[in-house]
């Protein structure tokens, strides 16, 4: 069965929980610092899917990987921005899958008109860099020192991709057609 990407539901919390443990207790990719219970994780995708976006990768009927998308800032002038990750299991890394929940994640968003999506990246980390480039993101700043976890202070540094051209004639994104 052919790897595909499709929108997340709560009843994928479990297997998101197990693919995001590993960042958040032996990483610092996340400045999570608990795991999330399952029923937050349940709880974050159906906010998620609201307004945003949450897709899992699913390989052979498994989930492998998820990538979402959530409110840059809660003010309303920053409604047509969003914060963007993505995270795959340990035993799918560097096997296409972040590519695959990347491009359809964005081309949702972009769809329903978000204009710029923006990824916190804890460096160093070569792998999420090179992958948010090849989406065409770019630098837009570095918060430097900024987290705490594993013993030292970490930075995180920002990059920016534009969805959509000039912004004449905004409207504001909309929510996911159900």
């Keep these: 069965m052919p790897a595909r990407v499709r929108p997340a539901t709560a009843a994928d919390a479990a297997a998101c929980v197990e693919i995001y443990r590993p960042y958040v207790l032996d990483t610092v990719i996340t400045f999570e610092t608990d795991v999330p219970t399952v029923e937050e994780m349940a709880?974050?995708?159906?906010?998620?899917?609201?307004m945003h976006e949450w897709l899992v990768l699913e390989v052979d009927g498994d989930v492998t990987g998820y990538a979402?998308?959530?409110?840059f800032n809660s003010r309303a002038a920053y409604q047509w921005s969003v914060e963007t990750s993505v995270y795959l299991?340990?035993?799918?890394?560097r096997s296409g899958g972040g590519r695959m929940l990347y491009a359809e994640l964005l081309r949702?968003?972009?769809?329903?008109?978000?204009?710029?999506?923006?990824?916190?990246?804890a460096q160093p980390n070569d792998a999420s860099n090179a992958l948010h480039k090849a989406f065409g993101f770019r630098r837009a700043?570095?918060?430097p020192r900024v987290g705490?976890?594993?013993?030292?202070?970490?930075?995180?540094?920002w990059w920016q991709l534009d969805l959509l051209g000039p912004d004449d004639d905004v409207g504001p994104p909309?929510?996911?057609?159900?």
């Design 43 to 50: 709880d974050r995708i159906v906010d998620a899917r609201v």
């Design 68 to 71: 979402y998308a959530h409110q």
């Design 89 to 93: 299991a340990q035993d799918g890394l």
């Design 108 to 121: 949702r968003l972009t769809e329903r008109g978000f204009r710029r999506a923006f990824a916190g990246i």
């Design 141 to 143: 700043g570095r918060y």
């Design 148 to 157: 705490w976890k594993h013993g030292a202070w970490r930075d995180v540094e």
């Design 174 to 178: 909309r929510p996911i057609a159900t």
